[in-house]
């Protein structure tokens, strides 16, 4: 099983980035895909998670209208847009797949985002 993340790196404020995380050695089409983040000395929190099919999508607070999740299950690949970035936004970006009702959780390696003039 793979998830592997990639798009990250420095970008001035105000400015975008697309992530994508492309999974292998799984069922992707099962699995709900989310993308976390991680900033220094914080705790990993949830950004934005869409499910199996691509129809259920949900954000956190402070990226909504910033923020577009989106995947292809024929590729087996999830992105996520970020327009407007901020500061605020800086942190390592995760991608994890998983189902309901099962412990089972995978987790990308991460990549950086540095917002920052």
């Known amino acids: 099983v793979q998830l592997v993340e990639s798009g990250g ?8 980035l697309r992530l994508s995380c492309a999974a292998s050695g799984f069922t992707f089409s099962s699995y709900a895909m989310s993308w ?5 000395g914080k ?3 949830l950004v934005a998670s869409v499910s199996s099919t691509g129809y259920r999508k949900n954000y956190t607070e402070s990226v909504k209208g910033r923020f ?13 847009q970020m327009n407007s970035l901020k500061p605020e936004d800086t942190a390592v970006y995760y991608c994890k797949g998983s189902r309901d009702y099962s412990p089972t959780v995978y987790w990308g390696q991460g990549t950086q985002v540095t917002v920052s003039s």
Do not use: C
């Open 43 to 45: 705790e990993r929190e």
């Open 68 to 80: 577009t999740i989106s995947r292809d299950n024929a590729k087996k690949t999830v992105s996520l």
């Open 36 to 40: 976390y983040r991680q900033a220094p």
């Open 9 to 16: 790196g420095l970008v001035q404020p105000g400015g975008s």
